[in-house]
């Protein structure tokens, strides 16, 4: 029996970049959410011990505080390198616009309904999407490049 009278799916490359690139960019997203999360808890938390440590007279707590606030400014340095809640909220907005995309697609609805070549539409407006997330990124490194400079 050949795979036509089965009618068995063919693979198809642009929903499979499609879910691809959803999957991708809702892990990262979720990878940046928890370090972001992480980091700022952490620093809260040292935040909150500093008068805690200080006023509960507790042996060396001058260098104990001291310590913690170096904590607090290394956390926020690499908050500020990597861009965490940036990113994750940049990736998960790309993720959600994909899925729609998906959605749409699939209902045939949107600009899907009218189109000459739904799939070939879906292909140019997924891509159109990713090319937008990397513009995006590329500007957000070329802003923090700027802003080293002049510091």
């Given at each position: 029996?050949?795979?036509?009278?089965?009618?068995?799916?063919?693979?198809?490359?642009?929903?499979?970049?499609?879910?691809?690139?959803?999957?991708?960019?809702?892990?990262?997203?979720?990878?940046?959410?928890?370090?972001?999360?992480?980091?700022?808890?952490?620093?809260?938390?040292?935040?909150?011990?500093?008068?805690?440590?200080?006023?509960?007279?507790?042996?060396?707590?001058?260098?104990?505080?001291?310590?913690?606030?170096?904590?607090?400014?290394?956390l926020e340095g690499v908050l500020q390198l990597y861009q965490y809640q940036q990113v994750w909220v940049a990736y998960r907005a790309t993720a959600e616009a994909m899925k729609h995309e998906k959605f749409i697609y699939l209902a045939r609805g949107g600009?899907?309904?009218?189109?000459?070549?739904?799939?070939?539409?879906?292909?140019?407006?997924?891509?159109?999407?990713?090319?937008?997330?990397?513009?995006?990124?590329?500007?957000?490194?070329?802003?923090?490049?700027?802003?080293?400079?002049?510091?």
């Amino acid at each position: 029996m050949s795979a036509a009278a089965v009618n068995l799916p063919v693979s198809d490359p642009v929903m499979a970049r499609l879910d691809d690139q959803i999957k991708w960019y809702g892990e990262k997203s979720s990878h940046c959410q928890q370090y972001y999360k992480r980091i700022k808890l952490t620093e809260i938390v040292a935040a909150a011990l500093i008068p805690f440590i200080v006023g509960a007279h507790v042996a060396y707590a001058a260098w104990i505080a001291g310590a913690l606030g170096v904590l607090i400014t290394i956390l926020e340095g690499v908050l500020q390198l990597y861009q965490y809640q940036q990113v994750w909220v940049a990736y998960r907005a790309t993720a959600e616009a994909m899925k729609h995309e998906k959605f749409i697609y699939l209902a045939r609805g949107g600009p899907y309904a009218s189109a000459t070549d739904p799939h070939a539409l879906l292909a140019e407006r997924v891509e159109a999407l990713g090319s937008q997330e990397n513009s995006k990124w590329t500007s957000l490194v070329q802003q923090e490049q700027k802003v080293k400079a002049g510091a």
